[in-house]
């Protein structure tokens, strides 16, 4: 073969063995359960990281029956996760959290073997967003 076969032959290699791992992975956390916790929020804002939410999980306010065992795993989960949002809304957010009793929940993707994923968040049962257009 010629070279200029063998350098597209090497170029693509690389390129198609991490397209395939990407597709893998989001394929994984596409089809896994979803798991939905109850968490709670503190300091909305990092000078360095940019604007985001921490939330704490709360186990004693999570269903665990969404569980295959009907028990919680907290220890297959991070005990705080930070959740980023744009800068313009970061304030009402904050505020919605602390003050107005907002009930806050996080939906991972909870693959058997692997880590749980977050996906995203809930503010009274409705995606930020959405609860945000309808409350401002």
Same mark, same amino acid.
Request: net charge positive; glycine share 4%.
């Given at each position: =073969?010629?070279?200029k076969?063998?350098?597209g032959?090497?170029?693509?290699?690389p390129?198609?063995?991490?397209?395939? /791992?990407v597709?893998?992975?989001?394929?994984?956390?596409?089809?896994?359960?979803?798991?939905?916790?109850?968490?709670?929020?503190?300091?909305?804002?990092?000078?360095?990281?940019?604007?985001?939410?921490?939330?704490?999980?709360?186990?004693?306010e999570?269903?665990?029956?969404?569980?295959e065992?009907?028990?919680?795993?907290?220890?297959?989960?991070?005990?705080?996760?930070?959740?980023f949002?744009?800068?313009?809304?970061?304030?009402?957010?904050?505020?919605?959290?602390?003050?107005?009793?907002?009930?806050?929940?996080?939906?991972?993707a909870?693959?058997?073997?692997?880590?749980?994923?977050?996906?995203? =968040?809930?503010?009274n049962g409705?995606p /930020?967003?959405? /609860?945000?257009?309808?409350?401002i």
């Amino acid at each position: =073969m010629s070279k200029k076969i063998w350098l597209g032959l090497a170029l693509a290699f690389p390129i198609i063995i991490l397209s395939l /791992w990407v597709w893998s992975v989001d394929s994984g956390i596409k089809n896994a359960p979803e798991i939905t916790i109850r968490a709670e929020g503190y300091d909305p804002r990092s000078l360095i990281s940019g604007h985001y939410l921490y939330l704490r999980l709360n186990w004693q306010e999570t269903d665990c029956t969404q569980f295959e065992d009907n028990l919680c795993h907290p220890n297959r989960f991070e005990g705080v996760y930070k959740y980023f949002i744009p800068e313009k809304v970061a304030s009402r957010l904050d505020n919605a959290i602390r003050k107005d009793n907002v009930k806050v929940e996080l939906v991972f993707a909870y693959p058997k073997n692997k880590n749980p994923y977050l996906k995203k =968040m809930l503010l009274n049962g409705k995606p /930020w967003k959405e /609860w945000l257009q309808e409350n401002i």
